[in-house]
């Protein structure tokens, strides 16, 4: 069985590596994993190929932050930042995030975009769910590039659009302790790249 599981990890390794050259960390990693594997040290062989998948995983997540807007007018932009998390920390999955500040207010806005976690197939369900959608205290619906999304507005001065992509992708515009919230996480919503994100996550 450990063997057999094993051959499926570095299957999988090499299926996320495609065109990468034989230089490259990631890759001498998964060779040394190979090596270890023919030698029959399994146990060191899944250890070497583990680090490579998780270092896939933190380059997919940093490529994310390419395709996020840039601030709207009247505001600053932070540095993105990218995590990638284990299937045993919040489902697992792949993000990352960039937070606006509104230049000489109070105003906070941010956008988040996650990728290979549960919880896209959650937001996949109650989008399909007509009788979600019928609900006015569940957001309101609305098409941002032509994709399926809701809008939450509350009375505090705060707005979030959530949006699925391509039934993969997750994207969450937030913006609030702004009076034009709604607007701003709409347009945060409808600048990103959306087929960079598509590229990245093929």
Known sequence: MLKKNLALLICATLFLLPGVAAADEVADMIQRGLKLYEEGKLSQSMEELNFALAQM????????TAAFPEAPSGWTAEKAKAESAGAGLMGGGISASRKYKQDGGKGLASVEVMTDSPLIQSLAM????PMFLQGGSNGKLLRVNGQKAILKEEPNN???VQMLVDNKILIKTEARRVENASQIAQELAKKLDLDKLRDLTK
């Open 57 to 64: 995983r933190q380059k997919k997540a940093d490529a994310l």
């Open 126 to 129: 109650l989008l399909s769910n």
């Open 158 to 160: 705060r707005a979030e």
